[in-house]
């Protein structure tokens, strides 16, 4: 199959300009201006404008959290995310205690085998004892080159700072890169039995129990201890202005941290949580949503290149029949959210159309740096010969009122509902695959292709 895409505004590294391009079977084989090569299918991209698909590195897809299984799975999550202009995401094989890390990449594997989209894996890690810590060598090889570690769930997924340590230093070594969820796991839990004893029960204590200090002191330990290791270190989901200043002075250093946030830590505040008939609950995700004044500085971290990257972090459950198991006892709620459908949307609406990121910033935040800094770069994230034919017809002006109504995420609310964007995806073409056409769907299940990802590697100018 060949395409021609004509006259669209081309977001590239190196200009954003009005330029064609033209697609050879899976992949990009020109970009230029004027192109008359032969195609079967010519698309006039005119008003348009021509971007990289998404990529989203940080997803929860048929995820084991708190006693449930998140509600989309890797067939409806991936075609979610395709109505909302990602091709490619980055899910998480979890590891569970006394498991091997194989038997969770298997077990990873075999989930995803009906993704609509491209997809990697990362690695929790959450035992280290026996022989496998060597196992972090082979799962390398196996293109899992990023492993993420929990200072948080204690008794869950919770390591202790020598374990953090030891990944550290062993995936290192290799050239991994480590993520890490960062909020001080012990001191939370004291106020959650606290906030318990008191007879504090509502979804807004969830918030109150999750102090912003908490999570900037984790940033800052984990900080310390990539310097001790040293070796790069990601931030994921930054919530607030304290940790984001911790990332900020390591950076001022020189220091390898990087970090990324997502939409709701940029849009929603902890009000959400207070929301009447239990409705507080739909905001109930770790971190917590913050104030606004977090919300201001984290627009200024992703201005300033303190944030690279934009994430979901999509994590669904049902409000009726999940997240009610928390109506007498918050920390029943599951943790986490959906958004793996509206990230480039609000993005470019509260971003772009504000004046708060230019257009190379937000295809930079969506999928460039996301691509660079988990090993997929050039074959995603970037519209060059030879990159995957992974693109997104983005009609700028195209209003969108998001609505769970609507929305083609497995989950019955939205945390945007009733929000009118401008801006959306009007065709999705994934490895020269047209699958979303005018919100027309045309993927299958099982097409999409497991990544195997090359080492960070100093693969980034910090
Ligand atoms: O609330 C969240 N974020 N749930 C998913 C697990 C995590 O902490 O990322
Ligand atoms: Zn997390
Ligand atoms: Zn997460």
Not at 205 to 213: D, G, K, L, V
Not at 225 to 235: G, K, M, N, Q, W
Not at 296 to 312: F, K
Not at 405 to 421: C, L, R
Request: hydrophobic letters at 40%.
């Amino acid at each position: 199959m060949s395409l021609l895409i004509r006259n669209g505004l081309v977001v590239t590294p190196e200009r954003t300009a009005v330029v064609d391009l033209y697609v050879e079977n899976d992949t990009i084989a020109a970009v230029s201006e004027n192109l008359t090569r032969p195609a079967q299918k010519i698309i006039d991209a005119s008003g348009n404008y021509v971007i990289p698909g998404g990529v989203d590195v940080h997803t929860h897809l048929d995820a084991p959290v708190g006693g449930t299984v998140s509600s989309d799975d890797f067939e409806s999550g991936t075609r979610a995310a395709a109505f909302g202009g990602t091709t490619c995401i980055i899910d998480f094989a979890t590891q569970s205690k006394g498991q091997s890390l194989h038997e969770a990449f298997g077990i990873w594997r075999r989930k995803a085998q009906k993704a609509t989209l491209d997809y990697g894996l990362h690695m929790v890690v959450v035992d280290v004892s026996g022989q496998r810590i060597d196992e972090i060598d082979e799962i390398i090889k196996e293109g899992v080159t990023s492993f993420k570690l929990f200072t948080a769930y204690p008794g869950v997924l919770m390591v202790d700072d020598a374990t953090i340590l030891q990944v550290m230093l062993r995936a290192g070594k290799q050239g991994g890169l480590i993520a890490v969820h960062a909020e001080n796991g012990s001191a939370i839990e004291y106020l959650v039995r606290k906030a318990l004893a008191e007879g504090r029960t509502t979804p807004v204590e969830h918030a109150f129990t999750r102090p912003a200090i908490a999570e900037a002191e984790a940033v800052h330990r984990v900080i310390a201890l990539a310097r001790i290791a040293d070796v790069p270190v990601y931030i994921v989901h930054v919530s607030c202005s304290a940790a984001l200043g911790e990332i900020a002075v390591a950076r001022q250093k020189g220091l390898a941290v990087f970090g990324e946030t997502c939409p709701h830590y940029l849009l929603l505040t902890r009000e959400e949580l207070e929301r009447p008939n239990f409705e507080g609950a739909k905001f109930v995700l770790t971190p917590p949503l913050r104030d606004p004044f977090d919300l201001e500085a984290l627009w200024s971290g992703l201005q300033s290149g303190y944030l690279q990257i934009v994430s979901t972090d999509h994590c669904p459950f049902h409000f009726e029949t999940q997240k009610r198991a928390g109506l007498n006892d918050f920390t029943k709620i599951p943790n986490g959210g959906p958004g793996i459908e509206n990230r480039l949307q609000l993005l470019h609406h509260f971003g772009v159309n504000q004046g708060r990121l230019s257009l190379s910033q937000w295809v930079d935040l969506v999928a460039t740096n996301p691509a660079r800094l988990f090993g997929l770069y050039p074959k995603k994230g970037v519209l060059r010969v030879g990159s995957d034919a992974d693109i997104v017809i983005w009609n700028p002006n195209q209003q969108h009122t998001i609505s769970a109504a609507t929305h083609h995420m497995n989950v019955d609310y939205s945390m945007y509902e009733g929000v009118t964007v401008r801006g959306n995806a009007e065709m999705v073409i994934s490895r020269g695959e047209i699958i979303v056409d005018q919100n027309t769907w045309h993927g299958k299940p099982g097409r999409g292709m497991y990544l195997k990802r090359s080492c960070f590697a100093g693969a980034w100018n910090r």
